[in-house]
């Protein structure tokens, strides 16, 4: 009556799905006349949810530990966020807490009372969004408030990289998408897709039949169920005909929240039921007098379906699990750095090629959230500034600190020129090339420009032709604003030391210790101060009268103040001045000048700090002048520093930009490169560093020639940031090495020389001897050199064949022509390669000298190593001033040369490389705060003048369309 190959199949298909149950069918074995179906009882296989589970937790934990043996620092953590008191929520809270316990996951409960406003609520979510120590927020629902609060406004603030319960709109929205799944969705769909799985049963061309339609559990496990290629309907309490539409599900899903809405008799026989539903009802024969029931009739289902998942027991503890699992996964996403999905900007690059501001006009940047986005910066570490640029918080080298560093790579030049090096233009061009081209992880980290040379004689400083940062308009004026905040705070300074001697002059002992002590307490300044002096009393009403004089007289000797204002603009009168003129200041007059902003030794400060907390600590070291009785006063004694960390606190943050090929760049600090050390930022390298990742590579700027900008950045910037440097990049143009060789003189806006425009092996010989010597200092590092020749069209092949001979046969790996300017990455794809090939040989990274040597042996060091001259000359002032430095203790400082740039002597007149000449060492002064000596070998001016005919002259703005003109 049975017909015996039916049976057969069946009885393979329930098999193959795992159930054990015994089966009984009863089948038609003849078409001819119908047939009554016997029916026995099938007992389906309960999915076991808990033990599922279990396994997931296990597995998890051993995830978690195999990642925190790899990566330091590595624990996963989930904050549930609960307001109200509702004791169903602090159940599902405690199990959640439970399990993440076990899985080696920390789980923070954040709870807070039904008096919680919405505000409050967005608020806890932006902190756990913005800590990078949390890789997961939920918010426990309801929220049981007095305050009406949207539940979807609040679960969508949850950013969606930490979105674990798979709630905001991009989440869900990615996950009804075609394409890759988003890395965290839906809990308890996830959890129905593992179950389904793991009965065995393909979900591959079966029918699904889904009821329910809520978007936390129905329309997503639909999507899900679709995404395994079933064939999906969607039902709910309100469809027509819901028990035949269920007749027909292989696969069945309920989610409705309504008890045992679907009846057993409603299933297909063998068909696997996944029961999402938890509903409460009576039972007196239960000790809570109630049982939890699901949204199918149970013992009726089971008796036809293959397998079926139980309540409790079922999807409950699998949500949970998943829960964990999507907390795994952020975290991991967050910790584990990733591939960039660097996407770059085409370039179509014209003949001839335009102006500066034209190619950065015609080239639309990516909104910078894009590009942080391509480059692994998660929103909470952004701050954008427009659409165009944005600071980078501080946070992100904590996050990816078990990360290895990229290759660093430190763009220098020869002696420069009037003619121009295009270091800048070079290292974006370069930077390019690895970019986009060759696909290399690549950042390049830059100065941000004065505006004294913006809108004196030199213009911008953001690359040129096809190599340039954009928008060029916003790198060269105010950018983020650090320069501006550091005039500020530089001012605030200057203001607190006249100002000081103004009241100390004016006033007794005791008035002035009384206004300065206010309310009978110490602040927490004036405390360093009294640690400073020795005292140990922190009363101030126990101070002696002598203590109490000694705390306030700061008696500060005019004459020795070093601390000037400053103004970011080119002004050669403010050179000398003479303030304290008004009447009120009661004749107390004094000489002193402006410097332009970049000379402040703030600057300084902010490019050597390793983070605010050594910037803070720094600003109490500097030395702004000396007492009548010699004792240096700091801005610490002043009162002031901690104010200047306030005005200063957002300009630790790097400045993220693009360049015209969509590669990031940082834009960080700009120091002098004469009485400071001339190089981007520490943070902006340290960062970039990590971002790139161990394969990456990132490209810093030295300023000045290399004797002056990359010596400084071994001997001061790379010991104090403890950063290691892979490769040399030694530009130069030809040009320039002609002037070296005895070329005419050049003079800005006259007309080139014949002999710079047409082949002249004679004199780039000769003057091939500056970037010899450059490439043999650098290499007396240990650090490979690549020779980048900028090339022009005026070079002829036997040109630069020569001057790569001489370069390879000087100590340079490689020498290399570049094209960048007029072809972008592309003209300097085989200096990247270059690059690349250099990275892999073997860096010996060593300092020039030892910072315990004398002050005076570490000048001299330099002077014979790096300029090539027999010796120093010590004169009268500098002998004071070393000998004052070594009673203070300063002797342990490295030494920062103030020296011409134009020369490798202390004359700008030698080009070339001379030799013969002893270096005379006039004055020595004290950059504390920074951490470093200079030695001032000539007069500096800290203040540029404005020409003839400024850049202003060709500045200006549409008033109708906000266009900037003539900027370059």
């Known amino acids: 009556f049975v017909c015996c190959c039916c049976c057969v199949c069946l009885l393979l298909f329930f098999c193959s799905s795992l159930n054990t149950a015994f089966i009984h069918l009863i089948i038609s074995s003849d078409n001819s006349s119908s047939k009554q179906f016997s029916t026995t009882t099938m007992t389906g296989e309960d999915i076991n949810g808990r033990a599922i589970a279990k396994t997931i937790r296990q597995q998890l934990k051993a995830d978690v530990d195999a990642l925190k043996k790899e990566f330091e620092g590595f624990h996963p953590h989930l904050v549930i966020i609960q307001v109200g008191d509702r004791e169903d929520s602090a159940v599902y809270i405690r199990m959640k807490v439970k399990a993440g316990n076990e899985a080696g996951i920390k789980v923070t409960h954040r709870h807070f009372d039904s008096d919680t406003t919405e505000t409050e609520v967005l608020e806890a979510i932006r902190q756990c969004n913005e800590d990078h120590y949390v890789h997961g927020v939920i918010v426990q629902l309801p929220l049981e408030s007095n305050h009406k609060i949207d539940e979807s406004k609040v679960t969508n603030a949850v950013h969606s990289s930490k979105d674990v319960d798979g709630f905001s709109h991009v989440n869900t929205g990615d996950l009804s998408k075609k394409g890759p799944l988003p890395l965290l969705y839906a809990c308890t769909p996830k959890a129905c897709i593992h179950l389904i799985e793991s009965t065995g049963v393909s979900i591959e061309g079966k029918k699904a039949v889904v009821v329910g339609r809520s978007d936390i559990v129905g329309r997503p496990v639909a999507q899900l169920l679709l995404r395994k ?116 900007i085409k370039l179509k690059c014209l003949r001839p090629v335009p102006s500066d501001i034209a190619i950065a006009r015609n080239q639309p940047p990516k909104l910078i959230t894009t590009l942080a986005d391509e480059i692994g910066i998660l929103p909470s570490e952004l701050e ?166 000694k705390f306030a007289r700061l008696d500060i000797n005019p004459d020795t103040i070093t601390w000037q204002r400053v103004v970011d603009i080119n002004d050669r009168y403010l050179r000398k001045i003479t303030v304290g003129q008004s009447p009120t200041e009661k004749g107390h007059t004094r000489e002193t000048q402006f410097d332009i902003a970049v000379a402040s030794e703030l600057m300084a400060i902010l490019a050597l700090s390793t983070d605010f907390k050594d910037m803070r600590d720094r600003m109490d070291k500097i030395v702004v002048a000396a007492s009548k009785d010699g004792r240096p006063v700091t801005a610490a004694d002043i009162g002031v520093s901690g104010a200047l960390a306030v005005l200063m606190k957002d300009t630790i943050m790097p400045t993220l930009m693009q360049t015209l090929e969509g590669t990031p760049v940082f834009v960080h600090a700009g120091p002098f490169a004469n009485i400071a050390h001339g190089n981007s930022s520490i943070v902006a390298d340290k960062i970039a560093l990590k971002l790139v990742g161990e394969d990456g590579f990132v490209l810093t700027e030295a300023g000045f020639g290399a004797d002056i900008g990359m010596e400084k950045f071994f001997n001061i910037k790379c010991r104090q940031s403890g950063l290691v440097p892979n490769v040399v990049v030694l530009v130069c143009t030809i040009r320039a090495l002609k002037m070296h060789g005895g070329g005419p003189k050049v003079s800005p806006g006259a007309p080139l020389a014949q002999e710079y425009k047409e082949e002249n092996l004679e004199l780039l010989e000769k003057g091939a001897c500056n970037v010899v010597q450059h490439i043999q200092n650098a290499k007396k590092f240990g650090v490979p050199v690549v020779v980048a020749i900028n090339a022009f069209t005026d070079d002829t092949e036997a040109e630069i064949d020569l001057l790569r001979k001489l370069c390879i046969e000087g100590g340079a790996l490689d020498a290399v022509a570049s094209s960048h300017w007029s072809d972008g990455g592309e003209g300097s794809i085989k200096l990247a390669e270059a690059v690349v090939d250099a990275s892999k040989e073997e860096s010996d990274f060593k300092f020039l000298y030892d910072v315990d040597l004398s002050i005076e042996e570490k000048i001299e060091t330099i002077c014979k190593e790096m300029y090539r001259a027999d010796g120093i000359e010590i004169l009268p002032e500098a002998a004071e001033k070393i000998a004052l430095y070594k009673s203070l203790g300063y002797t342990d400082l490295p030494i920062c040369m103030a020296k011409t740039h134009l020369s490798f002597s202390h004359d700008p007149a030698l080009k070339g490389a001379p030799k013969g000449f002893v270096v005379p060492i006039r004055d020595i002064r004290a950059s504390v705060g920074a951490g470093f000596l200079y030695p001032l070998c000539g007069t500096m001016s800290t203040m540029p003048g404005l020409p003839t005919r400024p850049c202003f002259y060709d500045i200006d703005i549409d008033p109708e369309t906000g266009v900037i003109e003539g900027l370059f």
């Open 229 to 344: 290629s079933a064939t999906v309907e969607i039902c709910h309490s309100r469809t027509q005909n819901l028990e035949e539409e269920v007749r027909t599900a292989d696969i069945l899903v309920v989610a409705v929240g309504h008890i045992e809405l679907v009846k057993g008799s409603w299933i297909k026989r063998g068909a696997v039921v996944i029961d999402c539903g938890i509903n409460s009802v009576d039972d007196p024969t239960k000790k809570s007098g109630h049982r939890l029931v699901g949204d199918v009739e149970y013992a009726a289902a089971k008796e036809v379906a293959s397998f079926i998942t139980p309540v409790p027991g079922g999807v409950g503890p699998m949500t949970v699990a998943m829960l964990l699992t999507n907390t795994f996964k952020a975290a991991e996403d967050a910790f584990v750095q990733k591939d960039w999905s660097l996407q770059p």
């Open 384 to 549: 954008s500034y427009g659409q165009f640029k944005a600071k980078v918080r501080l946070s992100v080298v904590d996050r990816l600190k078990h990360q290895k560093n990229g290759s660093y790579v430190v763009v220098t030049g020869i002696t420069p020129t009037p003619l121009g090096e295009g270091k800048s233009t070079t290292a974006v061009g370069l930077a390019q090339a690895l970019g986009a081209h060759l696909k290399k992880n690549t950042f390049v980290c830059l100065r941000q420009p004065s505006q004294g040379p913006t809108f004196g004689i030199k213009g911008g400083a953001a690359g040129g032709g096809y190599s340039q940062v954009i928008p060029m308009e916003e790198f060269n004026l105010h950018l983020t604003g650090d320069i501006h905040a550091i005039s500020a705070a530089n001012n605030l300074l200057a203001a607190a030391i006249d100002t000081r001697m103004f009241h100390e002059s004016t006033q007794t002992d005791a008035a002035l210790y009384r206004r300065l002590v206010k309310k009978n307490k110490f602040s927490a300044i004036q405390l360093k101060r009294l640690e400073s002096l020795g005292i140990t009393e922190t009363d101030p009403q126990k101070l002696t009268d002598e203590e109490r004089s």
